[in-house]
């Protein structure tokens, strides 16, 4: 069977209106994005703003005491936040041995990134981003991979466990996945808060705003773990229970962005294949009439030789020739006005013509 010869337009202009529609689903997302970045400008503001501007004076006039009481010049106070600023690092202890080194590799591998050490020299510098560049997608995929297997053992996890309790379904969800995950990551933030307050002497809520902020990758810097007491040399237990808490929970976290991910992969290939169903569907629904023989095969689009003309009977009219229609007609032109007849006009016109003669 033939399609008529528009349906190749009817089909491109299907396409370009689910590739529209898929646009105006970016626009919308990029739209609520910077939207959700305007109130969280606003909000920052208006919880820090004031805050910055009594701690700046507060600063300001000590600073301007101390130039008063000891007579210092600006140059000199200058020179002496220079010092004190890079003296910071040191005062936690070797930053560079090999506890420290490695420690800096995982921040970086992680893309956690505190800033609490950089390199200096320039050789140091030139590796640091050579090392990025491999360890980044290194890390990413291993993160990733380990987040992979520990969905898998979390999904036999609560199998066996409904099989256990007897569910009526027993295969683990992505909704069973995603609230295991979320109490994982709940418990390891509580726990690793508790352990930092311990070690670190903040307070809890700090604390657990560093393991947040650590796990994020987000990397803020304003709390870093190992830098009292020169924690790096002298504590090589809470070096490596920090070093296991950032690539374990680092590995629970790629666990809950890898069904995220899967999860929004899934959605994009329903939306493509209802779209694709939809187009082929609305391309059926506007084919007008096939050229060939409809009854060749004993149906026309699902239909049976009985209803074709009940099926398609807004699209019938008579032979545009000067036969009766039927078999002899089949392969001919059908036009759409029904009230057409040509017939009958040339069958008048001839009766007229004799009548005349």
Not at 16 to 28: A, E, P
Not at 247 to 264: C, D, E, K, T, Y
Not at 274 to 286: F, L
Request: proline letters at 3%.
């Amino acid at each position: 069977m033939r399609l008529p010869k528009g349906s190749d337009s009817v089909i491109d202009i299907l396409t370009s209106c689910t590739m529209k529609r898929q646009n105006v689903r970016t626009l919308s997302l990029v739209v609520c994005t910077f939207t959700y970045l305007l109130i969280g400008a606003a909000v920052f503001d208006a919880l820090e703003s004031e805050t910055e501007s009594k701690r700046w004076a507060f600063l300001s006039n000590i600073k301007n005491t101390f130039v008063r009481k000891y007579n210092i010049t600006a140059e000199d106070y200058r020179m002496m936040e220079i010092v004190v600023i890079e003296n910071k690092p040191h005062k936690a202890g070797p930053q560079w041995k090999f506890a420290g080194a490695f420690y800096f590799a995982t921040v970086v591998l992680a893309m956690i990134g505190y800033g609490h050490s950089t390199p200096v020299t320039i050789g140091g510098k030139a590796f640091c981003m050579g090392y990025a560049m491999v360890g980044i997608p290194l890390g990413l995929v291993m993160f990733q991979s380990i987040g992979e297997r520990l969905n898998k053992f979390v999904s036999v996890f609560i199998k066996r466990v409904k099989l256990y309790i007897r569910c009526k379904q027993t295969e683990a969800t992505e909704t069973n996945l995603m609230l295991f995950n979320v109490l994982l990551s709940s418990v390891i933030i509580t726990t690793g808060a508790a352990v930092f307050s311990r070690y670190e002497g903040w307070n809890y809520f700090d604390s657990f705003y560093y393991c947040f902020v650590t796990l994020t990758t987000i990397g803020f810097g304003d709390y870093v773990a190992l830098q009292n007491d020169h924690a790096l040399t002298s504590k090589p237990g809470y070096v490596a229970l920090s070093l296991v808490f950032i690539l374990f929970g680092l590995a629970v976290v790629a666990a809950s962005i890898n069904l995220l991910v899967l999860r929004f992969m899934t959605m994009q290939a329903e939306d493509n294949r209802r779209d694709e169903q939809e187009a082929q569907s609305s391309a059926s629904n506007n084919v007008l009439m096939p050229y060939d023989d409809p009854y060749a095969t004993g149906k026309l689009l699902g239909g049976s030789q009985s209803n074709y003309y009940s099926d398609v009977d807004d699209q019938i009219s008579t032979c545009s020739c000067t036969c009766s229609g039927g078999a002899s007609c089949a392969n001919h032109e059908l036009l759409i006005d029904r009230g057409y007849h040509p017939a009958e006009i040339l069958t008048d016109n001839l009766s007229i013509k004799r009548a005349s003669v």
